[in-house]
């Protein structure tokens, strides 16, 4: 019903900056909240940041003052500004949608594919 891709990412150095964005298509009467989710290897899945509909945001701990999430309610799609990147900020980077359908009929959460960011040091 709704499709999420992702694009963005890549390699960079500590310290350099990078971005990904994710796109959301479909069956779609409202997006909710979006985020950002990453999973290091052998890690669980975790929290980056979250944007409701109005622009509330949330960040965790780590990526406060580096990372900033923002979205374009117009085009579905949620952006992640990465600065002042770290070797600890290399994950899997996973968009994140709460979507409504049917005229507020129903509620779903929907996640992109993936997108490596990989920091060396």
């Known amino acids: 019903q709704v499709q999420l891709v992702e694009s963005g990412g890549g390699l960079v150095q500590a310290g350099g900056s990078l971005s990904v964005s994710c796109a959301a298509s479909g069956s779609i009467f409202r997006i909710n909240t979006m985020g950002w989710y990453r999973q290091a290897p052998g890690k669980q899945r975790d929290l980056v940041a979250t944007?409701?509909?109005?622009?509330?945001?949330n960040y965790v701990d780590s990526v406060k003052g580096r990372f900033t999430i923002s979205r374009d309610n117009a085009k579905n799609t949620v952006y992640l500004q990465m600065n002042s990147l770290k070797p600890e900020d290399t994950a899997v980077y996973y968009c994140?949608?709460?979507?409504?359908?049917?005229?507020?009929?129903?509620?779903?959460?929907?996640w992109g594919q993936g997108a490596q960011v990989t920091v060396s040091s």
């Open positions: 944007i409701t509909s109005g622009g509330r945001t």
């Open positions: 994140y949608c709460n979507v409504v359908h049917n005229w507020g009929a129903y509620e779903r959460d929907y």
